[in-house]
């Protein structure tokens, strides 16, 4: 809050920095796509229907699992259009082993994270869309180290794919199961990663086995509030969730917490949400960490409930997650009852989300993605 706001904005960075691009796989492609580049490698177009089945719908891992392709064509395939594009490099589990932080290194090095989190009723990948991210919230763990790269698509697909075949192998307490839903509430902002993260969301809901054949109304792109993507996501006719990080309802504390807001500001960000949800018939969701004497002010949750009033939306209050080198903390438990109770005066759908994943770094803003020590 004391940072000076021409300080924050010009910190921000929208358009990522130039750098070697993973390689392809056949997570980047359409179907269509698949097939000629399998054409272009020689072969018949339907090995690719067989690729596809192996790596979207058996979840295969490794070459050899795929019996139904002639060894001798089994490996240079896989090699070309199936390479593995993330490396574990650590995971933590808490919750009874039904939350799982995984730390990934990518080829160049870059290091991202994501999280599994496993309910009675469903199973939530949380995943992230870049390395690091520009939008240098002064609350947020991801934001502090800047952004480093833009994942591809195939490098955000194979964050589910992981976690769905940790699900489906049994790993994880609850016996075998399947991912539910998806969020794009890991590191980056998605909507500054546009056409790669739609890639994966055309990746995600595409009916098996061109896809994972995951229900679009399962999946969440959580946006700080780029306006003119907001505006492009509502024509893609992909019926996803938007989630859009609010944080404050005035510009004057907006301009501080969520440093675009200097560019587009919270009428602008509202309205374009409004748009979404008429054009979509999707409840919007409203993010907002509460912060100790910062932004949980009833005054302000009453201005908050004005603006949302009557609307097509839901608030989801995240007390602040702990960050290092941050002086800001959750508000107190009853700051946070009076302010859930003036939207809901308002007559505004609220819930305060758990904070699943905290004692692993794992939840929201805590994802930084440092490497081990030794
Ligand atoms: N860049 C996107 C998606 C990633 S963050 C976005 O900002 O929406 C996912 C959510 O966690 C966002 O709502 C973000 O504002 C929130 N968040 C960030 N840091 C947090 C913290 N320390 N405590 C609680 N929530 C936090």
Same mark, same amino acid.
């Given at each position: 809050?004391?940072?000076?706001? #021409?300080?924050?904005?010009?910190?921000?960075?929208?358009?990522?920095?130039?750098?070697?691009?993973?390689?392809?796989?056949?997570?980047?492609?359409?179907?269509?796509?698949?097939?000629?580049?399998?054409?272009?490698?020689?072969?018949?177009?339907?090995?690719?229907?067989?690729?596809?089945?192996?790596?979207?719908?058996?979840?295969?891992? #490794?070459?050899?699992?795929?019996?139904?392709?002639?060894?001798?064509?089994?490996?240079?395939?896989?090699?070309?259009?199936?390479? /593995?594009?993330?490396?574990? &490099?650590?995971?933590?589990?808490?919750?009874?082993?039904?939350?799982?932080?995984?730390?990934?290194?990518?080829?160049?090095?870059?290091?991202?994270?994501?999280?599994?989190?496993?309910?009675?009723?469903?199973?939530?990948?949380?995943?992230? #869309?870049?390395?690091?991210?520009?939008?240098?919230?002064?609350?947020?763990?991801?934001?502090?180290?800047?952004?480093?790269?833009?994942?591809?698509?195939?490098?955000?697909?194979?964050?589910?794919?992981?976690?769905?075949?940790?699900?489906?192998?049994?790993?994880?307490?609850?016996?075998?199961?399947? &991912?539910?839903?998806?969020?794009?509430?890991?590191?980056?902002?998605?909507?500054?990663?546009?056409?790669?993260?739609?890639?994966?969301?055309?990746?995600?809901?595409?009916?098996?086995?061109?896809?994972?054949?995951? /229900?679009?109304?399962?999946?969440?792109?959580?946006?700080?509030?780029?306006?003119?993507?907001?505006?492009?996501?509502?024509?893609?006719?992909?019926?996803?969730?938007?989630?859009? #990080?609010?944080?404050?309802?005035?510009?004057?504390?907006?301009?501080?917490?969520?440093?675009?807001?200097?560019?587009?500001? &919270?009428?602008?960000?509202?309205?374009?949400?409004?748009?979404?949800?008429?054009?979509?018939?999707?409840?919007?969701?409203?993010?907002?960490?509460?912060?100790?004497?910062?932004n949980d002010q009833e005054w302000r949750a009453d201005l908050l409930g004005r603006l949302l009033k009557g609307k097509l939306v839901h608030v989801n209050l995240i007390p602040l997650n702990p960050t290092p080198g941050s002086k800001w903390t959750a508000s107190r438990p009853e700051d946070e009852?009076?302010?859930?109770?003036?939207?809901?005066?308002?007559?505004?759908?609220?819930?305060?989300?758990?904070?699943?994943?905290?004692?692993?770094?794992?939840?929201?803003?805590?994802?930084?993605?440092?490497?081990?020590?030794?």
């Open positions: 809050m004391s940072e000076p706001q #021409s300080r924050n904005a010009a910190q921000l960075t929208l358009v990522a920095p130039r750098r070697a691009k993973p390689q392809r796989h056949l997570a980047d492609m359409t179907m269509a796509e698949r097939r000629a580049a399998v054409a272009e490698l020689g072969e018949k177009p339907f090995r690719a229907d067989q690729l596809s089945r192996h790596y979207f719908a058996k979840l295969t891992a #490794s070459p050899e699992q795929m019996t139904d392709l002639p060894g001798g064509i089994r490996e240079r395939l896989a090699s070309q259009l199936m390479p /593995s594009l993330l490396t574990p &490099v650590r995971e933590i589990a808490c919750d009874g082993g039904t939350t799982r932080k995984t730390l990934w290194r990518l080829f160049d090095g870059s290091l991202v994270e994501s999280v599994l989190m496993r309910y009675p009723d469903r199973a939530t990948m949380c995943v992230s #869309s870049q390395a690091g991210c520009g939008m240098n919230c002064p609350f947020c763990a991801t934001g502090q180290a800047g952004l480093t790269r833009n994942m591809s698509t195939a490098e955000i697909v194979e964050q589910v794919v992981a976690g769905a075949r940790a699900l489906a192998a049994g790993e994880v307490p609850g016996g075998p199961g399947r &991912v539910s839903n998806i969020v794009f509430m890991g590191m980056g902002e998605p909507m500054a990663n546009y056409k790669a993260v739609i890639g994966a969301v055309h990746r995600f809901v595409d009916p098996s086995p061109e896809g994972l054949g995951i /229900s679009a109304r399962g999946i969440t792109v959580s946006t700080v509030g780029l306006v003119p993507a907001i505006e492009k996501l509502a024509g893609e006719g992909l019926p996803v969730t938007l989630a859009v #990080s609010l944080h404050a309802p005035d510009d004057e504390l907006r301009d501080t917490l969520v440093p675009i807001n200097t560019r587009w500001k &919270v009428a602008e960000v509202l309205g374009a949400a409004w748009e979404y949800a008429a054009k979509t018939k999707r409840r919007v969701s409203i993010e907002y960490a509460l912060i100790k004497d910062v009852r009076a302010f859930v109770r003036r939207l809901e005066f308002h007559g505004v759908a609220v819930t305060v989300r758990d904070t699943r994943g905290r004692e692993i770094d794992g939840a929201c803003g805590q994802l930084a993605a440092a490497a081990p020590e030794a």
